[in-house]
């Protein structure tokens, strides 16, 4: 066992340094590998000789457990990826999960709203608060959100000083560290000053009882200092609720696939979207045009008078 929690430490590292994985993304291959790690410890396993048959019997094992056919394809990946590694350093003479099948992940649409629901939750947030501050902040969140696509995890890391000076853009530090460029709308810079007036005396009221100002512009109790996904993940839904959306339905993420539905059924320019979201392939971004054709043949199913079902 202490050979492969050597191996998965000294892959995770490598990763983090050649590659500049993102935090969620080392998480999730250490939590696969752990997993792995478990499973040939308690076979007497170990990595140095294990077999393919052992990786496609852990397969098997999985699946067995009712795991997802998009958790299965990913920890394949991250067996295949750690071992490819071992490989190259000379760990193992091959790679047991090379030529192994994976049971290939179902893509699925992703869910979006409507302008209407979008419109009910930006009206929500605002109200959304126990003080007027807190009711600032989340208007903020959600214009933001909604106006740039930022996946959560950017958005609620955004350092204070990317918002100063009313920008019209902002600078979004992006998975693998890089930087990219989104623009802001009227009602989201409006209430991003908004927030920031408010947040600006709340610093200054730190400041004069001896504490540091925030960096954040989201500041957090936590040892980031700033909010947590898990905390807006919670709040969005409360919102969506305020606001008459179902709950169920809302995520971060569903805003940010809006953002990109909306903009696409608008005209917008796929390659376009492509930048503003951050996608590193075209392809990944194409899903939207699925999205769009699935609601298109939704409207024709339930609003032309020949699709009806003759009473």
Not at 84 to 95: V, Y
Not at 276 to 301: C, M, N, S, W
Request: glycine share 8%; aromatic share 6%; proline share 5%.
């Amino acid at each position: 066992m202490r050979d492969a929690e050597r191996w998965i430490s000294t892959f995770l590292q490598a990763t983090a340094a050649e590659t500049n994985a993102a935090r969620n993304t080392l998480l999730a291959y250490g939590r696969d590998l752990k997993d792995f790690a478990d499973w040939t410890s308690v076979r007497h396993l170990a990595f140095t000789t294990l077999p393919r048959a052992a990786v496609e019997d852990y397969l098997i094992s999985c699946d067995a457990e009712g795991l997802s056919t998009a958790t299965r394809a990913r920890r394949l990946s991250s067996i295949r990826q750690m071992f490819r590694f071992a490989h190259e350093e000379g760990w193992r003479a091959d790679n047991p999960a090379l030529r192994i099948r994976g049971p290939g992940a179902t893509r699925r649409l992703p869910k979006t709203l409507s302008h209407d629901e979008v419109d009910r939750i930006l009206d929500a947030a605002r109200t959304k608060g126990r003080h007027p501050g807190e009711k600032l902040r989340n208007a903020a969140l959600v214009e933001l959100l909604y106006a740039t696509g930022m996946r959560v995890s950017e958005l609620v890391g955004l350092p204070v000083a990317a918002a100063r000076g009313d920008p019209k853009m902002l600078l979004v530090r992006g998975k693998g560290d890089k930087e990219r460029m989104v623009p802001l709308s009227g009602p989201a810079r409006a209430a991003l000053a908004s927030w920031l007036h408010w947040r600006d005396a709340e610093d200054d009221r730190q400041r004069n009882s001896g504490k540091p100002a925030a960096r954040a512009l989201f500041p957090g109790p936590g040892k980031a200092g700033h909010m947590t996904r898990q905390h807006f993940y919670l709040l969005i839904k409360d919102i969506a609720a305020l606001g008459g959306v179902d709950p169920a339905k809302v995520t971060p993420h569903t805003l940010r696939h809006a953002f990109a539905t909306h903009l696409l059924a608008g005209g917008a320019d796929l390659r376009v979207i492509q930048t503003l979201l951050g996608h590193a392939d075209v392809a990944t971004t194409e899903i939207y045009t699925h999205v769009l054709d699935e609601q298109l043949k939704d409207l024709v199913l339930t609003h032309h008078p020949l699709a009806k079902t003759k009473k």
